[in-house]
Nanobody
Framework: QLQLVESGGGLVQPGGSLRLSCAAS????????IGWFRQVPGKEREEVSC????????RYADAIKGRFIISKDRARNTVYLQMNSLKPEDTANYYC??????????????????????WGGGTLVTVSS
């Protein structure tokens, strides 16, 4: 059973950076595509970024494009979200999630949220001066 644990959240000033980690255990991430999502109270969970099981295909939401970078470390079985030039509107709980995919595949569907089956507990990011 795949388990995901996020870390790296915290309080940061506008313009600052954070790197979130999504550490997996119980299975290799080579068999899953991974997504980062965020949610604020009263709003729906939204897709931030996602990466294919191969790591070769990535996608970013328009709101964070050019500021965030998703990456995958196969040796550590971990997916990262590097967040730069943070804005107050980036404040949210950030979650990573996984969906089963073919081994080392470039497949990444359009609506990844509906595919996600495994979720981490989230990490809070607060951007404030």
């Amino acid at each position: 059973q795949l388990q995901l644990v996020e870390s790296g959240g915290g309080l940061v000033q506008p313009g600052g950076s954070l790197r979130l980690s999504c550490a997996a255990s119980g299975s290799r991430l080579d068999h899953y595509f991974i997504g980062w999502f965020r949610q604020v109270p009263g709003k729906e969970r939204e897709e931030v970024s996602c990466i294919s099981s191969s790591g070769a295909v990535t996608r970013y939401a328009d709101a964070i494009k050019g500021r965030f970078i998703i990456s995958k470390d196969r040796a550590r079985n971990t997916v990262y979200l590097q967040m730069n030039s943070l804005k107050p509107e980036d404040t949210a709980n950030y979650y990573c999630a996984a969906a089963i995919s073919n081994y080392y595949s470039d497949y990444l569907p359009n609506n990844v949220l509906s595919h996600m089956r495994y979720w981490g507990g989230g990490t809070l990011v607060t951007v404030s001066s």
